[in-house]
């Protein structure tokens, strides 16, 4: 059964900080994975990751995947209290058909 | 492209009530993703079609649950009977796969469902 685990389930921290969010995954006939950020309403698209050691860069937002250890990790710098939301992690299996989710990070940004 | 439409935004229902939830994929779009999300359990996928078939629907909880796919426009998500258990938002989700082209889940504003 595919899966995916993010952690931590929460983070507070203070505007400035760095943050890492990590997210582990199982799946059969992996195509890639995917970062989104939800905040009231819809998950909203980040990153796309497919090879290992590239990393996506977004702003103070970058990604990369590790396909040989079956991770990723998203790191925000110079965190903003508009960073506030859930990320969640979703990898795409089986011939690019399913996208799987994981619980999401809860991240908390303070003034 | 209007984006992943879904319809209703909210609705509130007795419970026993049948409840339909209706989706229009991004046209082009070939795989379209039934979630339900609540705070306990996080983004369950429910089923998913790809070119209209049903590939997974491990995920719908139970027998109450069907959901069809009549055209590549089209999508309904259905409950009958509902039960305050099921009062969730439900998202309807859109993607373009196949060979080497994979996008990403293009989601709907969702649908609140209240079962009281």
């Known amino acids: 059964e595919d899966k995916v685990v993010q952690s931590p389930l929460s983070l507070v921290v203070h505007e400035g900080d760095t943050v890492t969010l990590n997210c582990s995954y199982e799946?059969?006939?992996?195509?890639?994975l995917l970062w989104y950020k939800q905040e009231k309403k819809a998950p909203t698209f980040l990153f796309m990751l497919?090879?290992?050691?590239i990393e996506k860069k977004s702003g103070r937002l970058s990604s990369i995947l590790d396909k040989k250890e079956l991770f990723s990790i998203l790191n925000i710098t110079a965190t903003q209290t508009g960073d506030s939301a859930v990320y969640l992690c979703?990898?795409?299996?089986?011939?690019?058909?399913?996208?799987?989710f994981g619980p999401g990070t809860r991240l908390s940004v303070l003034p | 492209d209007a984006g992943v439409i879904q319809s209703p935004r909210h609705e509130v229902t007795e419970m026993g009530q049948e409840v339909t939830l209706r989706c229009k994929p991004i046209?082009?779009?070939?795989?379209l993703f039934w979630y339900r999300q609540t705070m306990m359990r996080g983004l369950e996928l429910l089923i998913y079609?790809?070119?209209?078939?049903?590939?997974?629907d491990s995920g719908m909880p139970e027998d109450r649950f069907s959901a069809k796919m009549p055209n590549a426009s089209f999508s309904t998500l259905k409950i009958q009977p509902s039960e305050p258990r099921d009062s969730a938002v439900y998202f309807c989700?859109?993607?373009?796969?196949?060979?080497?082209?994979?996008?990403?889940?293009?989601f709907g504003q969702g649908t609140r469902l209240t079962v009281v």
């Open positions: 799946v059969t006939n992996f195509r890639s």
């Open positions: 079609f790809n070119n209209n078939v049903p590939i997974d």
């Open positions: 497919t090879s290992s050691g």
């Open positions: 046209s082009g779009h070939n795989s």
């Open positions: 989700a859109s993607s373009l796969t196949g060979g080497a082209r994979n996008t990403e889940a293009f």
């Open positions: 979703a990898v795409v299996g089986n011939y690019g058909q399913n996208f799987v």
